[in-house]
């Protein structure tokens, strides 16, 4: 499928060489984000009655993984509000670059952490306290307000984003499931990056900012790291850089040789499966080893959880990547076969958001008009009752995410496997069964 | 380019006839009326798994052992809610095939949410429908040509 150019339409164009427009979004979404926050910490203790947990948990997750990261890939990240205050500081400015950059101490991330195991970290420890996370007002505000001190804090002493780039255990799974979004940032022709003289998409220019994801535009293959902030597009002075509209999941056609980011691939894979156990099962004992944090029982529940993640899914996985003839291409086919883990993974996500979102969507609802559960009715609709949206759907539409994830998944398997040298059998025998699993654990 | 045509009608084809065609009645499955005592504690159901037959008369004694709590049945959009000691009876005929979750309705506590359980009305077909769609996508990818991968690989 050939690409189209959606910053050759001028509208699509003015909109993005404009830093305006995307600064009013993320201002208002960091608005609404302190104000959960606020919620959080003044709000009802009830869950399900507070903003905090309504709209973090059901509405941005909702549009987070059933819109924005299917079809913009890094959309979310664009608009992100988390980075903004660090942003601003760090650059001595809101908009416009400043004439004179403030002298904070710009110091270059470590080399040695220049990957996602740290966000994979992140993003474990998070799911580790999950079930208080999501259900307990003030834990989730105390996490939200840690992640805006930390970009902060990070913007500070580091340069660019460095919090977004490297600890966001949102942006790394955001990141890895970009790939399969059909919208991409490109260069359009790199014979003009070569000649570039002072690589502003870099470096920054007096039309805008050096890259703040630390990648250089002119090198890009697949949208993992870049966040669309669209910096390039207005540094540029050539007008080489642009947005497209492409094929589905075509970042996979070249399957990535990195092990943190195979990993991250078997940890949101495993995380999916653990929560429509723990979270949409039948199982009271699971969910209160999951809620009960500190006791035995969690810490059972907390191994068993590392266990499946770490140990097991790439355990198996690795069985059927044999056998190999040294540790590199080991590696390498372990690492680029778990590709087809990155569609797989990302409809066992929509599957199980799916369930967890429709059953529990009419608290939107409510909690708009009363968000902090104070007994309030500013829309007239916070006496609305519980309801499950769509029941008789749910089950027909995971079916078919399910379907949908694992068709896709053998595809990527196949296409590794015609350059590995290797069956896509093993792999595709994989993905059939943690994908039965899976349905039966939903359905 | 025709016998991927072929292929792709009989997958097709396949896959409707296991998604919608009906499936036999097991012999067991009389309709009778069933009395099913749930006991409802933060954040589970005992039993857990309630199983009947299509057209079964079900009533369910819903007891809470804590606080408060509800049992919503999923498909059949009917509920009841009793309070701590107390029993409170659901009559329904159990007509749709299925399986379904039940939830609490009323909100019990910091993981009322996910207080779940399932009420299964004969075999659970959707799944057995749902991996029967899977192998045949399975098959169905097997059939058709595989993609050449790209030379380079990104890092």
Redesign the interface.
Known sequence: MSKLELTGIPVVKAAVKSRGPQLVIATLLLAGYVFAIMAGWIGTPVGNANFSIVFVWIAWWAILILVAVPLLGRGWCAVCPIPLPGEWIQRGAILAPAERRPKWLNRRWPKSLRNIWLQSAGFLLLALFSSVLLTTPSVTAIVLAAMLFAAIGLSMVFERRAFCRYLCPVGGFIGLYSQTAPVELRIKDKRECVTCEGKPCYRGSQNGYGCPWDVFPGGLSKNTYCGLCMECIRTCPKDNVSINLRAWGADLERPSARLDEAFKAFIMLGSAMIYAGVLLGPWGVLKNAAYQVGTPAWLLYASVFLGITLLLLPGLFALCTLPFRNRRTFKMNFASFSSALIPLGLMFWIAFSLSFVLTNGTYIAASLSDPLGLGWNLFGTAKIAWQPLLSSLVAPMQTLALLVGLIWAVRTAQRVSSKAQRSAVPVSAFCLVMTLGMLWLLV | MRLSLVYGLVLLLAGLVVAFAPLPVSAHSEAATRIIRVEA??????P??IEVNPGDTVTLQLVSTDVVHGL?V??YGVSVQADPGQTRTLTFVANRP??F?I?C?V?CG?????????FNVGR?T??V???G???I??V???LFP?????E????
Do not use: C
């Not at chain 2, 595989?146 to 790209?150: D, L, N, S, V, Y």
């Not at chain 2, 380079?152 to 890092?155: H, M």
């Open positions: 504690s933060q954040y589970a159901y005992s857990s798994v919503y999923d498909g299925g399986s979750r939830r309705n909100t910091a993981m009322h949410p996910f207080m779940i359980g399932k659970n959707t799944w429908r749902a991996a769609l899977m192998l996508g399975m169905g990818i097997s595989r993609p050449k991968a790209h380079a690989e990104s890092t």
